[in-house]
């Protein structure tokens, strides 16, 4: 049984992916996100009952809402020592960009191990026939079961559930991580190769090297408010690291940010990453066309979740429709080979679009760099204040970023 299958016709009605949508929800939430969501945050009531999370993390991942906009909605209404928890949960997915795109390569070792592990499961009929239980919710474990369904029909998992599941996936299921993050990758509507590769990662030691995170049932029980009723010998009882001598890699050094020219004809490239291109300062450029690019097909050799898929396209279908009204230009959406011909068919010599970080969209576009050479065509991938400020803090641990977002939210205006 494949996890399409496992997606039923009564599948609940998928979030609105637009930026109206997200408002909505960042406006409904926001008397939330003070001492409500530091007390309440970590438990996961079930999809029925998302009260005490925002939910939003499916539209800040398309930057359809920044994590500045989730930062200020907090701010404004309880200022910044009431905020405090929610700010910093913001703020971790800010600092897993930054931390990722100083250390590329990381991204690159994730997606060449998993294409081994996955042909390792062609090799392997025992190994294969666990994955396929694990990835169809057969294990007999009853709270990872329902979340291995919860995941393919809803594309959203509560954040301690993620850390339960990688955590069993690993240590109690013995299966490899990186086939987990791929699950992970493909379904989940938030998908996001920065938090979830790296979250994974530190479940099992290889981010904060030699610390792990081992899924416990009496924490299952309180923290799904009695939804299960697990017990200790159901899961491992040691979370050993997988690899106690791993060294990172240097951090390398951030790109600057493009600069546009102002003279010569634009095309406006929105993506998976970011569809809030009337937000980018580009008024009063000569912007010839809008075009929307996804990364879909690059997150995995396998194909993504219906949930993942659907709400992306409708993401970045509501992204190019703000974008050819702001501009008022005409919209379309392209795939990555199309790039320098819609450019060169608008008239445009200048490609202007949010550098992409690390990641399967970075390298869709990163493909297309001698096409665009030929039709002598320029890429100006521009870079938000927002990671321009947090992202050198981001290179060591959390709490170097932690520390510094009072000082951050100050540089940038916020305070
Ligand atoms: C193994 C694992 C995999 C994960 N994979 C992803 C992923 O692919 N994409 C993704 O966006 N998040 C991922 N996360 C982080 C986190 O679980 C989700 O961001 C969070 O659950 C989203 O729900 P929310 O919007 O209701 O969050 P809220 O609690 O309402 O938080 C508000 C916002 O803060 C950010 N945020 C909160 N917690 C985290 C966190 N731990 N790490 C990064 N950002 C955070 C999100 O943008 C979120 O929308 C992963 C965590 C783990 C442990």
């Known amino acids: 049984m494949s996890t399409q299958e496992l997606f039923p016709d009564t599948a609940p009605a998928l979030p609105d992916p637009s930026r109206k949508a997200g408002l909505h929800r960042l406006k409904a939430f926001q008397p939330s ?49 009431a905020a405090e928890k929610f700010i910093q949960e913001a703020c971790w997915r800010t600092y897993w960009k930054g931390w990722l795109e100083q250390r590329p390569t990381v991204w690159a070792e994730y997606q060449a191990g998993l294409r081994r592990d996955l042909e390792g499961l062609d090799k392997d009929a ?6 396929e239980a694990a990835a169809s919710g057969r294990t007999g474990i009853a709270c990872f079961d329902v979340w291995t369904r919860e995941l393919v029909e809803h594309g959203y998992l509560h954040n301690h559930a993620r850390m339960w599941f990688a955590s069993i996936w690993v ?10 993050a791929d699950f992970f990758l493909r379904h989940l509507m938030d998908g996001d190769p920065a938090s979830n590769t790296l979250g994974w990662r530190w479940v099992c030691g290889l981010q904060t090297v030699g610390k792990t995170y081992l899924a416990r049932a009496s924490n299952i029980n309180k923290y799904t408010d009695g939804r299960f009723e697990m017990q200790g010998y159901d ?16 951090p390398a050094p951030l790109a600057p940010g493009g600069r546009p020219d102002p003279d010569a004809p634009a095309l406006v490239l929105v993506h998976d990453e970011d569809g809030l291109a009337e937000d980018w300062g580009l008024q009063g450029l000569d912007i010839r066309a809008v075009a929307g690019l996804h990364s879909l097909d690059a997150r995995s050799p396998l194909e993504a979740g219906v949930r993942a898929k659907a709400f992306t396209r409708g993401a ?42 690390a990641g399967p969209l970075r390298d869709v576009i990163a493909a297309q760099a001698s096409a665009l050479e030929t039709a002598g065509v320029r890429l100006v991938e521009l870079r938000r204040d927002w990671d321009r400020a947090f992202h050198p803090h981001s290179d060591k641990g959390f709490f170097k970023v932690k520390k510094k977002i009072p000082a951050v939210l100050g540089e940038l205006g916020l305070r």
């Open 316 to 357: 970045l279908e509501d992204g190019l429709d703000r974008a050819g009204e702001a501009f008022g230009v005409a919209r379309r959406l392209i795939t990555a080979e199309d790039l320098a011909e819609t450019a060169r068919t608008a008239g445009a010599v200048q490609i202007i679009t949010q550098r992409p970080h």
């Open 33 to 81: 996100m003070g001492r409500h969501y530091a007390t309440k945050r970590n438990f996961d009531f079930g999809p029925d009952d998302r009260s005490n999370v925002s939910g939003l993390s499916p539209h800040v991942r398309h930057r359809l809402v920044t994590e500045q906009e989730l930062v200020e909605a907090a701010l404004t209404r309880h200022g910044l020592e």
């Open 126 to 131: 025992e190994l294969r026939s666990r994955y």
């Open 235 to 250: 899961l491992a009882r040691e979370a050993p690291p997988l690899d106690p001598d791993l060294v990172h890699p240097a």
């Open 171 to 180: 240590y109690t299921l013995d299966l490899p991580w990186r086939l987990g």
